[in-house]
């Protein structure tokens, strides 16, 4: 089975930046992904790491530490848009993805 | 723009009735398609892998008699509460992988906002 965990939500004021962790357990393994999504609609794609280091699309990057079962986004320069939930997905070989909990950001002015 | 759509994107129906929920790639041929549900203020949870040509494939848990998938076409998967109730009403969605620019990626549609009274 797998296991992901994220905080639950982390509050930051616009232009800050942002980490959101992710640690996982999972019986396999091959990347991990973070996916956005406002209130009421579907995820979107932002970032998938199937190495170890960073990934990085625009002011969002992405880590990970296969070795520690560890990853993280990193959101900069935040604006009022940023505000959602972001979610950890670990894929397995066959595209399933399992998802974390989420963790739901707001921006402040 | 979108690369896979659902429809419709929002649906209330009486308990007891059955409500079927369309999941198409736009572009792209789709063996494999997937399908979550999701709770207010809750993750994703995967229900089933949809298989072109073959039967879904039910996460534990998920009651296969009860949400039955069809996976018709290469581009079109569909999802069928039966006798609905209203501890079913949730947000249904898909996903399609693709594989664009060297990547692998999961596309999700928009979602199905599923309301049993």
Redesign the interface.
């Known amino acids: 089975g797998q296991s992901l965990e994220q905080p639950s939500e982390v509050t930051a004021v616009e232009g800050a930046i942002v980490q959101i962790n992710c640690t996982y357990q999972t019986s396999g393994f091959y990347g991990l992904?973070w996916?956005q999504q406002h209130d009421g609609?579907?995820?979107?794609?932002l970032s998938?790491n199937g190495l170890d280091g960073l990934e990085e699309t625009g002011r969002f990057s992405s880590f990970l530490s296969r070795s520690d079962s560890y990853g993280y986004l990193l959101l900069q320069e935040l604006q009022m848009k940023d505000s959602a939930s972001y979610?950890c997905a670990v894929?397995a070989d066959?595209?399933?993805?399992?998802?974390?909990?989420?963790t739901t950001v707001t921006v402040r002015a | 723009g979108a690369v896979v759509s659902q429809h419709p994107s929002w649906v209330i129906c009486k308990s007891g009735t059955s409500v079927k929920i369309e999941c198409r790639s736009l572009d792209f041929q789709a063996t494999?398609m997937?399908w979550y549900r999701q709770f207010p203020k809750?993750?994703?949870?995967?229900m089933a892998?949809s298989n072109e040509g073959s039967k879904a494939t039910y996460e534990q848990g998920v009651e296969k008699d009860k949400f039955l998938i069809n996976h018709a076409s290469l581009t079109l998967s569909t999802l069928t509460v039966t006798s609905a109730h209203p501890e079913d009403s949730s947000f249904y969605?898909c996903?399609a992988?693709r594989i664009r620019e060297g990547?692998?990626?999961?596309?999700?549609?928009?979602?199905t906002r599923l309301t049993v009274t």
């Open positions: 992904s996916y609609g579907a995820p979107t794609f998938y979610f894929r066959d595209y399933k993805l399992s998802f974390g909990a989420g | 494999t997937f809750q993750s994703l949870m995967l892998t969605i996903s992988p990547a692998r990626e999961q596309y999700f549609g928009p979602g």
